[in-house]
């Protein structure tokens, strides 16, 4: 039996389209740019993430049966990814993500075409309680819909749910079941729409990271792009600033932070040492054009900390 840590991951995984433009992009024209296709999903990024960190993944996940869900399969069967007990939904259509970069790399637009985690029926959870109560830890994200959010939440009181807001509009599916999440990761407007603060100045965020941890979560990561990140648990709340550098890709790059986050939650860390590992994680990510650094693991991880 592995002693690595044992992680859950419920959520999407994803055919990426990401388009990067070369000049400043002037909207309802065709621009001049380049076209990658990759791997994504959020659920999948994270576990991919966490596979190179040295964890026993189990991915739950959702998959079409056409050529598209066969690469994203194939993918995690090469990086040992547990996929077994994941969904296969005949007659469907892969999960598709659409990005559109400006030319500082940074997502100008995204459109997701997801409709395959729409109904996902309850015996998917149901009929997994088992491997799930094994984990460590179970992530869970806001692709999935509210139902199963609330289902595996309601079913697993005494496991130790991290939730990943994902995006504004699809964050609202998880307010319901907060009170029942352990790590919250967000961003500034998810955070504000989870807890109906409004921001006007920095120490906005010290209240809202309160607020998440009066309902019972007991660690929260807002990540603010280029202002850094606000943190906190029940003996302190700060926030911390980010080292700037030039980025190639940042979609992917909160998915690599949670995975750095659950390293050092199992790593027994000092709430600022995960949010600095976490951190680094994240940059290393946006240095590469995939959603998932290929090369990421603790050492280099290590290496950024100790420059």
């Known amino acids: 039996m592995s002693d690595k840590p044992k992680i859950t991951v419920i959520g999407a995984a994803n055919i990426d389209l990401i388009g990067f433009s070369k000049e400043k992009l002037i909207y309802k024209d065709s621009n001049i740019g380049t076209l990658e296709t990759i791997l994504g999903g959020v659920g999948r990024n994270i576990a991919e993430n966490l596979k190179h960190l040295d964890f026993d993944v189990e ?26 007990h994941s969904l296969i939904r005949k007659n469907r259509k ?31 959870i149901l009929d997994n309680l088992d491997i799930i109560a094994q984990s460590d830890y179970c992530i869970i994200e806001t692709n999935l819909p509210t139902s199963i959010l609330e289902l595996v939440t309601e079913k697993l009181p005494d496991t130790k749910f991290a939730l990943e807001a994902v995006s504004a509009k699809k964050a609202l599916k998880a307010k319901s079941i907060l009170n029942r999440v352990y790590i919250l990761k967000c961003n500034a407007l998810e955070a504000e729409l989870l807890s109906n603060i409004k921001v006007e100045y920095e120490s906005d965020y ?22 850094g990140v606000a943190y906190g648990d029940k003996n302190e709340i700060y926030i911390g ?23 050092g939650e199992t790593k027994g860390l000092e ?10 994680c994240a940059q290393i990510t946006i240095m590469h054009k995939n959603a998932v650094h290929p090369d990421i693991c603790e050492q280099m991880v290590l290496n950024i900390l100790n420059d």
Request: charged share 20%.
């Open 59 to 84: 991915f739950l996940s959702v998959f079409a049966d056409d050529q598209f869900s066969k690469m994203i399969t194939d993918s995690c069967n090469d990086l040992d990814i547990s996929i077994k």
């Open 94 to 124: 892969t999960s598709f993500f659409m990005a559109i970069m400006d030319r500082f790399h940074d997502m100008a637009l995204g459109l997701s075409a997801m409709d395959i985690y729409d109904d996902i029926p309850d015996s998917f």
């Open 206 to 227: 010290e209240k809202i990271v309160a607020y998440f941890l009066d309902l019972g979560i007991k660690k929260v990561f807002i990540t603010l792009g280029i202002d």
């Open 241 to 263: 600033k980010n080292n700037i550098i030039s980025a190639v890709n940042t979609n992917g790059a909160g998915d690599a932070f949670m995975a750095g986050i659950l390293y």
């Open 271 to 280: 709430l600022y040492d995960m949010m600095q590992f976490a951190s680094a």
